[in-house]
């Protein structure tokens, strides 16, 4: 059955600067904002712009994710002819091999595309906490004739080094790209985000499938070869929060944005909903003990102790005369009497005994619990 | 594998909860923060490995209806067996049974088709967390005609004088079925027999002109019957009034009830609304209280329950009352011993206090 655009999840990344983050945990799989998982937010976005075929790529430590996917219910992509469908490295008759980059991942799967016989690619990351319409990019793509569609995010000046930055025109035809450019001429960011033409990408992916040299990447290999063929390679403005939780500090960061005011209506939006699995946990209790000011506080959660600048995802319980302060507290998390945490980040299930004290100060890296490295980090 | 298909029947529960029975049956009337009464029975017997559950339903089921959907929520949406709501769907010309036999007659293809040999029936009223695979293999044990499960409740409160009461011998036969208001040993409404005494006493019942199936075809039936009793053990609560339903949710405030309902066993399930995490801002002050996902606060919440996506204004004190779903408290409002129905709204300074044993309902959707 033919559909005129097919999407990419691309969630197969190990996260490795994560670090205990993403230790036995697909990056796209990590808890985010109280109860989603970081995925949530780009599986949301194609279902609030109707993109119903999706292909979600994956690979690394996948278990996790794999069961929060399952076949797309909660983003209403279990469907009849299209829907969610699980993309995971396969051998064949040739023998197989695992997927050696983003645009490999894409090669690897011509079959599955080919099926719904698109006119246009769009690739996505399973990375990134934002809300958009791929619809209005798909559009643009579409007037301004383009081969492929880059969305692009203006960044500070000073974090340009940072980021893939594309110099354009000013009708936002791009020219060069430079990744993390010291000097940069511009300040438009790739996100990450690309529309193809199918029938024009599916040429340079063979020629780069049989390169030796290749990376098998689409911000190295393919989208310069596009450039050198002097291609239509065009920019979307994207506007809005937009927020790659590559890094411990990044992911805590994340979250405390949530906390600001300027950021209320992120979450807590009618028109853009994010959707994730429910556990069905009763409402929380906040019981006679507890102080709470400016966090967020998910289902079955049982609050005795103070909480300031927090976010407790689902079935936490904190106990009497407890301080938690910017701190995050995976589901299932357990703390005891008198416990004071700041800038820490309890990771499912970790069980704070009485009395513990943890604090990261403002120049160190939050501090990541979780059952694996709790002893040595309790006793240090 | 012996198996039970479950029956909830809503018969005998219909407006006794004033305003908020207006536009829906009880059933469907909001329940500790983000549940409906029906949760709790339709749950148990989910989790019970009951494949496929016919609900009994005269009138105002629409918000039912909306609720259950494909009962996917329960894990209900079978191939084989699943939900079945039977409204009253009458085209029968002879048909001459009445009260709830109407649906027993007019549903009796829908009980032969079914693959399970035993019933369990229940109503919604009885608010309780758990699994009746014991209950039921206890009926077989003791190879009983109907078992009955039962609780007993240290103190009794207005709820339980229109419980049936019971009297067993000391091997657990019912002696003795009534409404004795001393009696403590409280009927719960569950109950499980086979389906062919099912069907064979409701024939008799309508032969006879009976109106009511467990008063005219069981309870009338006691010395014919081996009637079994099942202790029930743990938490539950009855809902059958105003005063029952604000005191059972209040219960809930404190924290040994809140964990001996929902976490001595697993989840109570419920149609899912997706809604964000709750979040206090820097001015709340929120103490003893039960809050739901999606809700936004300001101001002070103190002995109460929030439903979903209920927004309390700076300034605004919310005290020993239940604001459901969607619920908008502007600022400086204060209110005390209320239940406000969903997606009511209470605008700047207003003032509603209620008496403590009598709350002031507010209708769904009204503005203030």
Same mark, same amino acid.
């Given at each position: 059955?033919?559909?005129?655009?097919?999407?990419?999840?691309?969630?197969?990344?190990?996260?490795?600067?994560?670090?205990?983050?993403?230790?036995?945990?697909?990056?796209?799989?990590?808890?985010?904002?109280?109860?989603?998982?970081?995925?949530?937010?780009?599986?949301?976005? =194609?279902? +609030?712009?109707?993109?119903?075929?999706?292909?979600?790529?994956?690979?690394?430590?996948?278990?996790?994710?794999?069961?929060?996917?399952?076949?797309?219910?909660?983003?209403?992509?279990?469907?009849?002819?299209?829907?969610?469908?699980?993309?995971?490295?396969?051998?064949? @008759?040739?023998?197989?091999?695992?997927?050696?980059?983003?645009?490999?991942?894409?090669?690897?799967?011509?079959?599955?595309?080919?099926?719904?016989?698109?006119?246009?690619?769009?690739?996505?990351?399973?990375?990134?906490?934002?809300?958009?319409?791929?619809?209005?990019?798909?559009? @643009?793509?579409?007037?301004?004739?383009?081969?492929?569609?880059?969305?692009?995010?203006?960044?500070?000046?000073?974090?340009?080094?940072?980021?893939?930055?594309?110099?354009?025109?000013?009708?936002?035809?791009?020219?060069?790209?430079?990744?993390?450019?010291?000097?940069?001429?511009?300040?438009?960011?790739?996100?990450?985000?690309?529309?193809?033409?199918? +029938?024009?990408?599916?040429?340079?992916?063979?020629?780069?499938?049989?390169?030796?040299?290749?990376?098998?990447?689409?911000?190295?290999?393919?989208?310069?070869?596009?450039?050198?063929?002097?291609?239509?390679?065009?920019?979307?403005?994207?506007?809005?929060?937009?927020?790659?939780?590559?890094?411990?500090?990044?992911?805590?960061?994340?979250?405390?944005?949530?906390?600001?005011?300027?950021?209320?209506?992120?979450?807590?939006?009618?028109?853009?909903?994010?959707?994730?699995?429910?556990?069905?946990?009763?409402?929380?209790?906040?019981?006679?003990?507890?102080?709470?000011?400016?966090?967020?506080?998910?289902?079955? =959660?049982?609050?005795?102790?103070?909480?300031?600048?927090?976010?407790?995802?689902?079935?936490?319980?904190?106990?009497?005369?407890?301080?938690?302060?910017?701190?995050?507290? @995976?589901?299932?998390?357990?703390?005891?009497?008198?416990?004071?945490?700041?800038?820490?980040?309890?990771?499912?299930?970790?069980?704070?005994?009485? +009395?513990?004290?943890?604090?990261?100060?403002?120049?160190?890296?939050?501090?990541?619990?979780?059952?694996?490295?709790?002893?040595?980090?309790?006793?240090? | 594998?012996?198996?039970?298909?479950?029956?909830?029947? #809503?018969?005998?529960?219909?407006?006794?909860?004033?305003?908020?029975?207006?536009?829906?049956?009880?059933?469907?009337?909001?329940?500790?923060?983000?549940?409906?009464?029906?949760?709790?029975?339709?749950?148990?017997?989910?989790?019970?490995?009951?494949?496929?559950?016919?609900?009994?339903?005269?009138?105002?089921?629409?918000?039912?209806?909306?609720?259950?959907?494909?009962?996917?929520?329960?894990?209900?949406?079978?191939?084989?067996?699943?939900?079945?709501?039977?409204?009253?769907?009458?085209?029968?010309?002879?048909?001459?049974?009445?009260?709830?036999?109407?649906?027993?007659?007019?549903?009796?293809?829908?009980?032969?088709?079914?693959?399970?040999?035993?019933?369990?029936?229940?109503?919604?009223?009885?608010?309780?967390?758990?699994?009746?695979?014991?209950?039921?293999?206890?009926?077989?044990?003791?190879?009983?005609?109907?078992?009955?499960?039962?609780?007993?409740?240290?103190?009794?409160?207005?709820?339980?004088?229109?419980?049936?009461?019971?009297?067993?011998?000391?091997?657990?036969?019912?002696?003795?079925?009534?409404?004795? !208001?001393?009696?403590?040993?409280?009927?719960?409404?569950? &109950?499980?027999?086979?389906?062919?005494?099912?069907?064979?006493?409701?024939?008799?019942?309508?032969?006879?002109?009976?109106?009511?199936?467990?008063?005219?075809?069981?309870?009338?039936? #006691?010395?014919? #019957?081996?009637?079994?009793?099942?202790?029930?053990?743990? &938490?539950?609560?009855?809902?059958? /009034?105003?005063?029952?339903?604000?005191?059972?949710?209040?219960?809930?405030?404190?924290?040994?009830?809140?964990?001996?309902?929902?976490?001595? /066993?697993?989840?109570?399930?419920?149609?899912?609304?997706?809604?964000?995490?709750?979040? &206090?801002?820097?001015?709340?002050?929120? !103490?003893?209280?039960?809050?739901?996902?999606?809700?936004?606060?300001?101001?002070?919440?103190?002995?109460?329950? #929030?439903?979903?996506?209920?927004?309390?204004?700076?300034?605004?004190?919310?005290?020993?009352?239940?604001?459901?779903?969607?619920?908008?408290?502007?600022?400086?409002?204060?209110?005390?011993?209320?239940?406000?129905?969903?997606?009511?709204?209470?605008?700047?300074?207003?003032?509603?206090?209620?008496?403590?044993?009598?709350? &002031?309902?507010?209708?769904?959707?009204?503005?203030?």
């Amino acid at each position: 059955m033919k559909k005129e655009c097919v999407t990419m999840l691309l969630a197969g990344g190990a996260g490795t600067r994560l670090g205990a983050l993403t230790q036995n945990l697909a990056k796209p799989a990590v808890p985010f904002g109280g109860r989603y998982r970081i995925i949530d937010f780009a599986l949301s976005n =194609c279902l +609030n712009s109707h993109m119903f075929t999706v292909g979600v790529l994956t690979q690394y430590s996948p278990l996790e994710l794999h069961k929060h996917i399952g076949v797309g219910k909660p983003w209403d992509l279990d469907r009849m002819h299209d829907g969610l469908t699980t993309l995971s490295p396969f051998t064949e @008759h040739t023998g197989g091999n695992w997927y050696l980059g983003t645009a490999d991942a894409i090669t690897k799967n011509r079959t599955y595309i080919e099926g719904y016989d698109p006119d246009y690619l769009l690739v996505i990351s399973g990375d990134h906490i934002y809300h958009m319409d791929y619809d209005k990019l798909l559009r @643009h793509h579409k007037k301004t004739q383009a081969d492929v569609t880059i969305s692009v995010l203006e960044v500070p000046w000073k974090e340009t080094s940072r980021f893939g930055i594309l110099n354009t025109t000013d009708d936002l035809r791009i020219y060069d790209f430079e990744e993390k450019p010291l000097h940069a001429k511009s300040n438009l960011a790739s996100m990450g985000i690309y529309i193809f033409n199918w +029938n024009v990408l599916k040429d340079y992916l063979e020629k780069d499938a049989t390169d030796p040299d290749s990376d098998h990447d689409f911000g190295k290999n393919i989208l310069p070869a596009m450039l050198a063929d002097n291609l239509r390679l065009y920019a979307y403005r994207f506007e809005g929060y937009w927020k790659d939780v590559g890094t411990i500090e990044s992911y805590w960061e994340a979250h405390m944005d949530l906390l600001a005011e300027d950021l209320e209506r992120f979450l807590n939006n009618n028109e853009w909903r994010t959707y994730s699995h429910d556990s069905n946990f009763p409402p929380q209790l906040i019981d006679e003990h507890a102080v709470v000011h400016q966090s967020l506080v998910n289902n079955g =959660c049982i609050v005795s102790g103070t909480l300031d600048h927090s976010i407790l995802f689902e079935n936490v319980q904190v106990g009497k005369g407890a301080t938690i302060k910017q701190s995050i507290l @995976h589901p299932g998390v357990r703390v005891g009497k008198n416990v004071y945490l700041e800038r820490v980040i309890a990771k499912e299930d970790v069980v704070i005994p009485d +009395n513990t004290t943890l604090i990261a100060s403002d120049d160190q890296e939050p501090i990541v619990l979780s059952i694996e490295n709790q002893k040595k980090m309790m006793n240090a | 594998m012996e198996t039970m298909m479950g029956l909830i029947n #809503l018969e005998h529960e219909h407006d006794f909860l004033n305003e908020l029975t207006y536009f829906r049956c009880g059933a469907a009337v909001p329940f500790g923060g983000r549940f409906r009464m029906i949760d709790f029975t339709l749950s148990n017997m989910a989790k019970s490995n009951i494949q496929e559950v016919a609900i009994f339903t005269r009138n105002k089921y629409r918000s039912l209806m909306d609720h259950l959907g494909s009962g996917a929520d329960w894990d209900l949406d079978r191939r084989h067996g699943g939900l079945f709501i039977l409204p009253p769907d009458w085209n029968d010309p002879t048909d001459i049974s009445k009260g709830d036999l109407k649906y027993f007659h007019n549903n009796l293809d829908y009980f032969e088709r079914g693959k399970s040999d035993y019933v369990l029936i229940s109503g919604s009223q009885f608010i309780s967390n758990t699994v009746y695979d014991k209950m039921f293999q206890h009926h077989l044990d003791r190879n009983a005609d109907v078992t009955i499960l039962t609780t007993t409740y240290e103190t009794l409160h207005s709820e339980h004088n229109a419980c049936i009461k019971v009297v067993q011998d000391e091997d657990g036969w019912v002696t003795c079925l009534n409404n004795d !208001t001393e009696n403590a040993h409280i009927f719960t409404g569950v &109950y499980i027999l086979r389906k062919s005494l099912l069907l064979d006493l409701v024939k008799d019942c309508i032969a006879n002109h009976k109106s009511h199936f467990f008063l005219d075809g069981i309870k009338a039936n #006691l010395e014919r #019957l081996n009637i079994q009793t099942y202790r029930y053990e743990g &938490y539950s609560a009855i809902v059958n /009034s105003v005063e029952s339903y604000y005191r059972q949710n209040m219960a809930l405030l404190d924290t040994n009830a809140y964990k001996k309902l929902f976490f001595d /066993s697993t989840p109570i399930m419920t149609k899912v609304g997706n809604q964000p995490p709750t979040k &206090y801002r820097g001015t709340s002050i929120v !103490t003893k209280s039960l809050i739901a996902t999606g809700c936004v606060i300001d101001g002070s919440v103190e002995n109460s329950i #929030l439903f979903r996506g209920v927004h309390v204004g700076e300034g605004a004190s919310v005290k020993n009352s239940i604001i459901m779903q969607r619920c908008k408290i502007e600022p400086g409002v204060h209110l005390e011993n209320v239940i406000l129905d969903k997606d009511v709204s209470i605008s700047k300074e207003q003032i509603l206090k209620g008496a403590k044993e009598q709350p &002031y309902i507010i209708a769904k959707r009204t503005i203030i």
